[in-house]
């Protein structure tokens, strides 16, 4: 579609998970979500058709409210893949189908908008150094996301570098997010001390590839973050995200509006 759209203060970011498709009105210039989130289970299987059939939906809801954007504004849309120029490259936690799919035009298609489509990691990442624990932060943060996997963001002075996935680094023989991730911690019934050491390993080679100037964790676990965060030595400041469960919607919205100009 492409069309020029007004300046707004306000853009909905849909953001799509495993198993819930969510999505909200976020404040452009407080970061903040405006009213509830509207979730809807991702369907199974989690079809290019289905999932958009349900974005679609979340969208709809949101456009009623009172504090919507135009119906003409564009969508911010998070995603658990790599994206390159609006194509899935993989696909987690959603069904193969979407790999090499152009993830953009098929929500652009269902939803009848102007997208922006983005790694659902990277927009959590965006949202935090905007409004969140990296705000104002000169250099590289890294904010990294502890859970089903590892997933990452790279900000330098403020802008994104896409799809950097530090999950996948190889350590000691294996894929990092196999031994340090949120669920990895589970299936090997670590106690925390012990997920500790495993996190301190991780981070260790992270910090010497990057020397970043503060990390940020996120990810449901970073609410349990004093067991385990004291417990690392690193030169690098590491703090927990402020943003949390919004970080996604927030992110994809504030994409959408900086790639379409609505905001700088």
């Known amino acids: 579609m492409s069309k020029k759209h007004s300046p707004a203060t306000t853009v909905i970011g849909i953001d ?8 909200g009105i976020v404040d452009l210039e407080t970061g903040t979500v405006l009213g509830e989130r509207f979730r809807i289970p991702t369907p199974t299987p989690s079809t290019p058709q289905a999932v958009a059939k349900v974005v679609k939906a979340v969208v709809d809801e949101l456009s009623t409210r009172s504090n919507a954007p135009s119906d003409d504004a564009p969508v911010g849309i998070t995603f658990p893949a790599i994206i390159s120029h609006g194509v899935a490259r993989s696909a987690a936690n959603v069904d193969e189908s979407w790999i090499d799919a152009d993830v953009d035009e098929i929500f652009t298609k269902e939803i009848g908008r102007d997208v922006q489509v983005m790694n659902d990691a990277d927009a959590a990442g965006l949202a935090e150094a905007r409004y969140g624990a990296g705000q104002g932060v000169k250099g590289t943060v890294l904010v990294i996301t502890l859970g089903t996997g590892i997933g990452s963001a790279f900000i330098y002075d403020g802008k994104l570098v896409p799809n950097v996935e530090l999950g996948h680094l190889e350590l000691d023989g294996f894929d990092a997010e196999t031994k340090a991730s949120a669920s990895a911690r589970e299936r090997d019934e670590l106690s925390w001390d012990e997920y500790a050491v495993r996190l301190q390993r991780y981070f260790s080679h992270v910090e010497f590839l990057f020397s970043p100037e503060l990390f940020i964790i996120g990810g449901g676990i970073s609410k349990r973050s004093e067991d385990y965060l004291p417990q690392l030595k690193l030169r690098t400041k590491i703090i ?4 949390k469960n919004n970080a996604g919607i927030v992110g994809g919205a504030l994409q959408a509006a900086v790639h379409f100009k609505l905001t700088k």
Not at 240 to 243: D, G, K, N, Q
Request: hydrophobic share 35%; glycine share 34%; aromatic share 0%.
């Open 240 to 243: 927990t995200a402020e943003l």
């Open 16 to 23: 799509i998970g495993g198993t819930g498709i969510k999505g």
